[in-house]
């Protein structure tokens, strides 16, 4: 095995190791710390089943099934969550920065999307280190947001009828910092998408510090470029980061399957 990181603020790919085939545990482990060292691995060429793609996610933790239905899971595999843009299509799933759900309490650990069709060019994705995002902050505003909390929120289709119109809405609260569970580094923890309203402040000032913040989490020294394949597949960290999907592939499909790993702690 071969870890070879890339030239920008975070990501590595990992070279010699067939994800279809049983792991050991010195090989799981190596590839933890790999997740932990450089928040985004990215492994090529690989064919993998449902099944395969399932078995080797759950060497990190349980699966997690969505309860809402903002993607299109498959029917007998209700752990993965099919992401597909067809040639016709102008919008793409997921299309500005965020960290997957975090309107939730306890927020994905991480996820595992494996490309199955990719357009000739276009198509990336883009990752941001959360943790640069908070260690390039001024110490002077470091101390200002340390004891913050933030709303989270989104509305998605009620699951009682979809075709209604009607929305349900699901939220909670974390800290504007946040402490990673496993190396114990602090990072930003706000995202343009789903973060609506800083507790502590009023609605302007909120809006304020959250729109620095969100420009400032997703600059270009914190971010990495992903260019896709057939065969690819990227485990990034959530609790870590943000990404973002290009919308620059119209006329052309793209296909995906995402397997998310349960969180079992709260942000903290």
């Not at 016709?88 to 997957?100: I, K, S």
């Not at 420009?215 to 914190?222: C, D, L």
Request: aromatic share 8%; charged share 25%; with cysteine.
């Amino acid at each position: 095995m071969d870890i070879v990181p890339s030239r920008g603020a975070l990501g590595a790919e990992i070279h010699g190791v067939d994800l279809a085939q049983p792991l050991g545990d010195n090989m799981l482990a190596t590839l933890r710390q790999a997740l932990l060292d450089h928040l985004v691995i990215v492994f090529r060429d690989q064919k993998l089943s449902l099944e395969q793609h399932k078995a080797f996610a759950r060497h990190f933790g349980p699966l997690q099934v969505f309860t809402f239905r903002y993607a299109r899971p498959l029917g007998e595999h209700p752990e993965v969550l099919r992401v597909v843009k067809e040639p016709n299509e102008r919008e793409v799933f997921a299309g500005e920065w965020h960290a997957d759900v975090t309107f939730m309490e306890k927020p994905s650990l991480g996820s595992l999307l494996y490309a199955l069709e990719t357009p000739p060019r276009g198509g990336d994705t883009l990752f941001a280190n959360m943790y640069l995002a908070y260690d390039t902050l001024s110490p002077t505003m470091q101390g200002l947001i340390g004891g913050l909390v933030c709303v989270h929120e989104t509305e998605v289709p009620d699951q009682g009828d979809l075709g209604s119109g009607r929305l349900a809405r699901y939220g909670t609260e974390h800290p504007v910092v946040a402490t990673h569970p496993e190396t114990g580094r602090k990072l930003l923890f706000v995202n343009k998408t789903y973060s609506k309203q800083i507790k502590e402040l009023s609605a302007e000032e909120s809006e304020a510090l959250l729109g620095f913040l969100c420009r400032h989490a997703t600059q270009p020294e914190h971010v990495w470029r992903l260019q896709w394949q057939p065969g690819t597949l990227a485990f990034w960290d959530n609790r870590c980061t943000q990404h973002r999907p290009m919308n620059d592939y119209h006329g052309h499909r793209r296909e995906m399957h995402r397997v998310t790993i349960e969180r079992a702690d709260r942000v903290a």
